[in-house]
């Protein structure tokens, strides 16, 4: 009898253990898919509203004003 409360005793601390061990992975697999999916969130980068990019809206124009001179010089065309 004695044998077998010690194969009883083995096998409960194993089924206890295992259970630890499968909850702390299953917690780390939900942390890691919440990293995951916090990732992906942070590269889908929302529409830009009129208002908040007009400061390089304005730097584009004018970057193109001065390429449309620089290639009016290279043809040889007065402004």
Do not use: F, H
Not at 13 to 19: E, F, N
């Amino acid at each position: 009898m004695n044998e077998m409360n010690l194969y009883v005793t083995l096998a409960v601390s194993g089924l206890a253990g295992l259970g630890m061990v499968v909850s702390a992975g299953l917690s780390g697999w939900r942390d890691w898919v919440a990293l995951k999916r916090r990732e992906i969130e942070a590269r889908v980068q929302p529409v830009a509203e009129p208002g908040r990019n007009a400061g390089a809206r304005i730097e584009m124009a004018d970057l193109r004003e001065r390429i449309r001179k620089l290639e009016a010089i290279a043809a040889g065309v007065d402004l």
